[in-house]
């Protein structure tokens, strides 16, 4: 390698440093995640910022080769002929190979397999309160098994924190997907069969407050599907169980027969047009 080639190479070695000091600044210096409310969410946000430090200096690596390259060898006006050839280093290239995969089998590793393992703990984990989540186009049906305690197209979910939920999920006509953005974690509703996924909330909070409390659908299941979302509002166990007593005295005033839509938005008509869709009104 000449002289040209060692400063050449110097050079790019120095602005990838650069830029990977900066890139993992940012990631371990700004959180870039919506609110975390769940324990079982500091599991996966943990392997999105190890994701994130891990792809920092690849990445930084490929910008700093491009952004050499367009300065040191960039041609005023259109070209009149090809450059010269560039040989392939084998130390380079095989280097490169063994470093991919090692860095492959160590994300499979940790956080993959670690972070499965340690949420699959987590499902196995008994309940304190169950909580079966029917996905209907386009609003969710509550039901409390364990307190006789029933809610069809309810205004919102209430749940106590640091209680150990596990969500029963299902549907009665198309997918649906579970998924709370302050929870983290997602789990499909299929009709004809229940699947389950368990949150223990760790933070209190509310729809009105932080839009990420929300059970939204996360599978597209139709025309509908962009209002098919219920507010979520996490409460100590003392007001969890006078909401749930009031609940379970029968239908509240705006507790049924309201349209996904109509949360105050404007956006409350159905496809049909027709409005508000009305409860019993016998």
Known sequence: MGGDGRRDLVATGVLWVILTALGEWAVLGTNMLPTLASRQGEEVDGAFRLLMIYSVPVMAFVLAVLFYSVI????????????????DHRGFSRTWFFVSVGLAALLFIHPGVTGLLALEREMKEE???????????????????EHGVTLENPPELVLPVGSTIRFDLTSTDVIHAFWVPAFRLKQDAIPGQTNSVTITPLETGSYEEDDAFRLQCAELCGTGHARMFLPVRVVDQAEFEEW???????????????????RGDGMGMGDEGDGMKMGDEG
């Open 72 to 87: 040191r060898w960039r041609v005023e006006g259109r070209p009149e002929e090809d450059g010269p050839p560039l040989a």
């Open 127 to 145: 309940p304190d309160l169950v909580v079966e989540l029917t996905g209907v186009q386009w609003h969710w049906d509550v039901n409390f098994p």
């Open 244 to 262: 749930l007593a009031g609940a379970g005295m029968g239908p509240m005033e705006g507790m049924e027969g309201m349209d996904m839509g109509d």
